[in-house]
């Protein structure tokens, strides 16, 4: 779209007698008449390129954003650095296309971008294989629950309490179609509850879901969960945040079948809740079952290095009845920021921005508390989220912090409308911390 036109009585008389018309009036004679502005809009005499880029400017100074306003806001987005190599890498024309790059034929460099993101996802989650991303992490939990119930017999799947809600509510929605019971593990002092999970885990469940760090930002313990799940034949689903993996345990290592997740934080910004990617990845028992699109590595007739899609068990391949999902695209731009990023960081760049997350996040929990005003919901692990119960509801409170220049945390709502979760990344310097700890002492 081009940001400003500025037609001369020339350029419009031209257009008009190439396209064999009087007058402007005629180019809109389509348009019913009671449809039609009659009057001008209210936006001024004509203005010149300059003032009109310092009239939109004015009017989107009037917004706050994560760019010139403390972020204290996660609850599955993340306000996490984005290196600024990313942009102009991404917006070369051999990426940006609004083709989806689906075909066999498609060039050898989206596929090599494709084939380094699920390698990178790979080595991220410890999985045998990964495909070239999903829309988003709920729908990765979707297609896994999916893939669970195509694969093992049985009429429920267990999904965890501490689920993020909107994952637990696109799970719910995909398993209605498949007759699907979904049974809510109970969460108990923040984190899923174990012992109840064992008690109604049986010969029925095709799978358990559990995320780590959970929505409440608590490292979940998931000790003996992956034996209790295989003893039941069941698999395995483990959520979790991509940058956290640079410092916790993998899903391989709690012995997952399916790894998931939201890979936003991964240098793609939070754009109001999206565009953004999820990623999933399986063991190699489970890898012709994956859903989506996967690239392998091959050589050509030269005996070249090459990369051609494989392995893909969708409907556009294979037998409908057979297919694993009738899912056709992939989040291609989000994948390949996400390579873009983790290649740019590094093993050393991601621990680091993981730890700082975590210090970040401990520390401002810390002065908080130290308030006396803020206290504390449970003493569990957590990364970078943490969940404080406050003297008035957490909606007021929010609405306290953005008049004073802070975007505050996510308020939770029912019986727990006094409590918020608060995150702090490694964008969150010391002094914007302080003073947010500042403004809550004086507004609680």
Known sequence: MFPYIPNTDEDVRVMLDRLGISDVDQLFSDIPQALRLTELLSIGAPKSEIEIRKMMHKLADQNLSGYGTPCFLGAGAYDHTVPAIISPLVQRSEYLTSYTPYQPEISQGTLQVIFEFQTMICQLTGMAVSNASLYDGPSAAAEAAMMSAGINKGSKILISATLNPEVKEVVKTYMRFRSIEVVEIPEKDGHTDLKAMNEILDAEAVAVLIQSPNFYGVVENLEGVSEAVHKQKAHFIMMQDPISLAILKTPADWGADIAIGEGQPLGNTISFGGPHLGFIGVTKKLMRKLPGRIVGETVDLDGKRAFTLTLQAREQHIRRGKATSNICSNQA????????????????????????????????????????????????????????????????????????????????????????????????????????????????
């Open 333 to 444: 731009i989000n994948a390949l920021i996400a390579t873009i990023y983790m290649a740019t960081m590094g093993k050393e760049g991601l621990v680091e921005v993981a730890g700082q997350s975590a210090k970040r996040a401990a520390y401002l929990r810390k002065q908080l508390l130290a308030t006396g005003k803020v206290k504390a919901v449970n003493d569990q692990p957590f990364f970078r989220e943490f969940v404080v119960e406050l003297p008035k509801s957490a909606k007021e409170v929010n609405q306290l912090l953005l008049e004073n220049g802070l975007i505050g945390g996510y308020a939770l709502t029912g019986d727990r409308e006094n409590q918020m979760i608060l995150c702090a990344t490694e964008k969150r310097t010391k002094d914007e911390m302080d003073h947010l700890v500042r403004v809550m002492e004086a507004i609680l």
